[in-house]
């Protein structure tokens, strides 16, 4: 089951990790900001893989090679992730929250996503239309 939570700006994402994680989900990826023992622990708690960018850490001049390989590949997988709120941002034009309130906010991103899901729907059965195989890219 995949779960959503808005807050203010002024809470951090790793905060609410933890009503998050769904122990049935796949792995936990992110940026250099969920790199932390808590988040590991409970990830290993939870039975849930840790995909996490690793960042230098002090004392360190460049990253090690093991470590740089697995940035690389959960980086194509971030990448992924982080495609529709490209398309938000940039074909929808959403910068900036446009009310005050969490609750209208939230209703709002939801109303987004739904937006983005029927452009990326409409592009898989122009594609599927055409003879191709429906990948599940945007048409943008």
């Known amino acids: 089951m995949k779960r959503e939570k808005t807050t203010s700006a002024l809470v ?16 936990l990826y992110g940026d250099s900001a969920y790199m932390s023992e808590g988040v590991r622990e ?13 960042r ?19 980086s194509k997988v ?11 941002k940039y074909c929808f034009g959403y910068v900036r929250c446009r009310f005050r309130g969490l ?8 109303l987004l996503l739904a937006g ?4 990326r729907m409409w592009g898989m059965l122009k594609k599927g ?3 191709e195989v429906c ?5 943008g």
């Open 12 to 27: 951090d994402d790793v905060r609410v990790v933890s009503e998050l994680v769904d122990s049935g989900g796949g792995p």
């Open 42 to 54: 409970l990830c290993e708690r939870m039975g849930v893989g840790y995909e996490v960018i690793e």
């Open 56 to 74: 230098r850490v002090r004392g360190e001049l460049e990253l090690r090679e093991e470590v740089q390989e697995r940035k690389g590949e959960r």
């Open 78 to 88: 971030r990448a992924v992730v982080e495609l529709p709120f490209a398309i938000i």
């Open 103 to 110: 609750e209208k906010n939230g209703a709002y991103h939801y």
């Open 116 to 119: 983005y899901n029927l452009k």
């Open 129 to 131: 239309r055409d003879g």
């Open 135 to 139: 990948v599940g890219m945007v048409n």
